[in-house]
Structures are given as C-alpha cells and as structure tokens.
C-alpha cells in the first residue's frame, strides 16, 4: 500500500471545479426539471469529494481508490434526456424480443409497432415496461462482480454489455408470459 502524502495542487484545482459546477448549477439551471437539477448538484458534490480525496490522500491513495471513488458517480442521478434515450432503447429491444418469443409460442398475433394484437387482447409494450429499474439493478451488479471476480479489463466491458440483452430479454419473457396467460 502507498503512503498516503496531502496533494493540495491537484486537490484544490478539482474541489473549485467542483464548486463552480454547483453554483453554475445554482444560476444558469433554474429552467431544468427537479432529476436534471439534482443531477448537476450531485455530480458536483461528487467532483468536490474527489478533489478532497485527492487533497488529503494524495495522487497514490487515489489510484488504490480508483475503483470504489468512480463507483461512486452512479449516485448521480441519469439526466432526463439520458433516460429518455435509455428507456427508448430498451423499449424498442424488449418489442423485438417479444415478437421472437410470441412467435416461437405460437400464438397467432399481429404486431403494429410497439402494440401486439392478439385474438383476446391487445398489449402495447410501453416505456413503463422498458425495465430500466432492473437493468439499472443489472448494471451495477455486472459492474461490481466485473471488478470483484475478472481479471481483465475486456471481460469485465463483455460482462457489463451483456446486460443490455439480459434486460430486454428478461421483458420479453415477462411480456409474454403475462400476455399469454
């Protein structure tokens, strides 16, 4: 283990960076919805508890630390905009999903684009059943045992996007079988 030495060059730079990015949040932001308000506000208490750990810690403590201190950038709450964008992927992924597994039912459907037709029912697949929560809950997971269990970097990315799938997949059999039934 290094030693830990005060690193107040490269701390004190990344705390006022920090600061600036939660007062600019403060003045130029007030047109921004709550999560995105909250989503500057946190990211900059993040960089200020960085640049903190660099200053009293130092450059060699923060390299053992890496991996916990960037874990914890997932406190900050995703923007609206990413969200959005997130759970449109997810939507469109988990819709082509059950199409697949509503044809290998065999169960006679027509499909008009996020809505399947059956002879009883009608189910859209709706960006309520994107399933961000738990493909969020899968994320951090993979992200987590990518670091405790793999060895190599491009194991853990491997482990980390086939999260996507697992998480469209796993709506898709969840569609499915609620509709069938």
């Known amino acids: 283990i290094k030693e830990s030495a005060y690193c107040f060059g490269i701390g004190l730079p990344i705390i006022i960076t920090g600061v600036v990015l939660y007062a600019g949040g403060w ?11 909250a989503s500057v506000t946190v990211f900059s208490a993040w960089v200020i508890l960085l640049g903190a750990f660099i200053g009293a810690y130092g450059m060699g403590a923060f390299r053992c630390a890496l991996f916990p201190l960037l874990f914890l950038v997932l406190m900050v709450p995703v923007p ?12 469109v992924g988990s819709t ?15 499909r008009d684009g996020f809505v399947f037709h059956l002879p009883n029912i009608s189910v859209e697949v709706a960006k309520e059943c994107s399933g961000i929560r738990s493909g969020l809950a ?13 060895r190599t970097g491009w194991k853990q990315v491997i482990l980390v996007l086939c999260v996507l799938p697992i998480t469209m997949f796993k709506n898709g059999i969840r569609i499915v079988t609620l509709t069938l039934l």
């Open 138 to 150: 899968l994320f951090i997971t993979a992200l987590l045992a990518g670091h405790l269990f793999l």
């Open 80 to 91: 609206v905009f990413m969200m959005d964008g997130i759970i449109t992927f997810l939507q």
């Open 27 to 37: 003045h130029f932001c007030t047109g921004l919805n709550v999560s995105d308000f």
């Open 96 to 110: 082509e999903f059950t199409n697949l597994l509503l044809l290998a039912s065999g169960a006679p459907f027509v």
